[in-house]
């Protein structure tokens, strides 16, 4: 157990539709970070919150949004969901004096 | 702009040793990371290097030039379960991880 926790782990909606997924990173890290990887292709960055702030913009989309809450857990929102939508995405948290990041086990999104 | 590049796939035999080159040009250094991602499964933290030279831990060595823009991850005693993607990303002057497209690794009998 990474200590980033992602719920759902499977999540299946069809096209149109709208989805959340949640993000708890581990206990005191402030920073989070949302990942997009679809089959057999890299990490694409999508966001960075920072203790409830936007702190960077990676190729998200305009039907994905994201916040970050006072109790630092994330929620990326995904509308209007097309087949290509269809991925894994990932949380992944960091702290102070931390090595690099920290990734929840993700979830698998299918868009039928 | 900001860019990593590392081999799409390699393949090697059990038992042998395996060198993943990464190249790099971003926008400042602060560190360059390897990771290991099994088919499926979260990315999972294997090395750092920030300053030059070679950092072992067990099986697995990492090394860095930052002149040349340079890492290379260097498995040996390849198993089995050493078959997985192998991520380079460096942490740039904003303190974000900028990551390669990761290398497949092929382990055969």
């Known amino acids: 157990d990474s200590g980033v926790t992602q719920t759902p782990k499977h999540l299946i909606t069809a096209t149109g539709q709208r989805v959340t997924l949640r993000c708890s990173p581990r206990?005191?890290?402030?920073?989070v970070y949302w990942y997009q990887q679809s089959l057999d292709q890299g990490l694409q960055f999508l966001i960075h919150?920072?203790?409830?702030?936007?702190?960077a913009k990676g190729n998200i989309l305009e039907r994905f949004s994201a916040q970050q809450f006072p109790d630092l857990h994330s929620e990326l929102n995904l509308s209007s969901l097309e087949l290509g939508d269809s991925a894994l995405y990932f949380c992944?948290?960091?702290?102070?004096?931390?090595?690099?990041?920290?990734f929840g086990s993700g979830t698998r999104l299918t868009v039928v | 702009g900001q860019n990593i590049d590392q081999p799409t796939e390699m393949t090697a035999t059990e038992g042998a040793i395996v060198q993943i080159n990464c190249t790099y040009q971003?926008?400042?250094?602060?560190?360059l990371f390897w990771y290991q991602q099994h088919a499926g499964e979260a990315p999972t933290f294997l090395s750092y290097?920030?300053l030059d030279g070679l950092e072992e831990k067990g099986r697995f060595s990492s090394f860095l030039s930052r002149s040349k823009g340079y890492s290379y991850l260097l498995l040996k005693e390849l198993q089995m379960k050493d078959s997985a993607s192998y991520l380079c990303?460096?942490?740039?002057?904003?303190?974000?991880?900028?990551w390669g497209a990761g290398t497949k690794l092929i382990i055969k009998p």
């Open positions: 992944a948290s960091s702290g102070q004096g931390d090595y690099g990041y920290t």
């Open positions: 206990s005191g890290d402030l920073s």
């Open positions: 919150y920072y203790n409830g702030e936007e702190r």
């Open positions: 971003t926008s400042g250094f602060n560190g």
């Open positions: 290097n920030v």
């Open positions: 990303a460096v942490m740039d002057s904003n303190y974000q991880l900028i």
